[in-house]
């Protein structure tokens, strides 16, 4: 009786097990913003911060997430290319309902056309899990205007950008005012001289 009630036991909780669907990963992301719209029309050449996103795992698994440029089919806006965009991190890791902040900027060639650009910041899994049932995307819509190129204007920017990235300022200012001085000094020990001529 024992040996009966044991098997049909077993029995049931195989029954039960192969009704149970298998536990699934769920995937998903938000982002915290839904659009930026840039008002001032942007110089080519320059180089211009956008306000911080940040992206959330709102699924139930860690997850790997790329943030990429893409693009939304809008006639009379221009597709800025990717190049123009920095973002950093462009991947990240994030634990379930973990956030964490991307900062992007746009980086105008000097030849940057003119006119209103459209793209679309996207933050999405890297790769499917395994068991997921839904791969999922979430997108901040970036709209900015690009004025007229003036050349000049464009390459001093430009200038000013690779200054700033490489940290030129730092070693600028020191050799500029050793270089004022040095030039201070040779105008001083010039003097002197025709002074010392003078009186023989």
């Not at 192969?18 to 659009?35: E, K």
């Not at 693009?71 to 991190?89: A, H, M, N, Q, V």
Request: positive net charge; contains cysteine; charged residues 20%.
């Amino acid at each position: 009786m024992l040996k009966l009630v044991v098997a049909t036991c077993l029995v049931t909780i195989v029954a039960l097990t192969a009704m149970c669907p298998p536990a699934t990963a769920d995937q998903g992301v938000s982002v915290s913003l839904g659009r930026i719209d840039v008002s001032q029309r942007l110089s080519p050449g320059g180089r211009y911060h956008l306000p911080t996103i940040a992206v959330t795992n709102v699924g139930n698994v860690a997850q790997r997430y790329d943030v990429v440029v893409n693009y939304l089919d809008e006639t009379g806006r221009k597709r800025p290319p990717s190049s123009w965009f920095r973002i950093s991190p462009s991947s990240i890791d994030l634990a379930p309902r973990e956030s964490k902040a991307v900062q992007f900027d746009i980086d105008l060639p000097t030849g940057a056309r003119p006119g209103s650009s459209l793209a679309m910041i996207e933050a999405h899994p890297a790769q499917a899990a395994e068991g997921t049932l839904i791969s999922a995307a979430a997108a901040t819509r970036v709209s900015f205007p690009v004025k007229p190129a003036n050349r000049l204007g464009a390459w001093r920017l430009k200038v000013e950008r690779t200054i700033d990235d490489y940290s030129l300022w730092s070693y600028a200012f020191p050799a500029f005012s050793l270089a004022i001085l040095a030039l201070f000094m040779l105008r001083r020990s010039l003097r002197v001289s025709v002074n010392v001529e003078r009186r023989r």
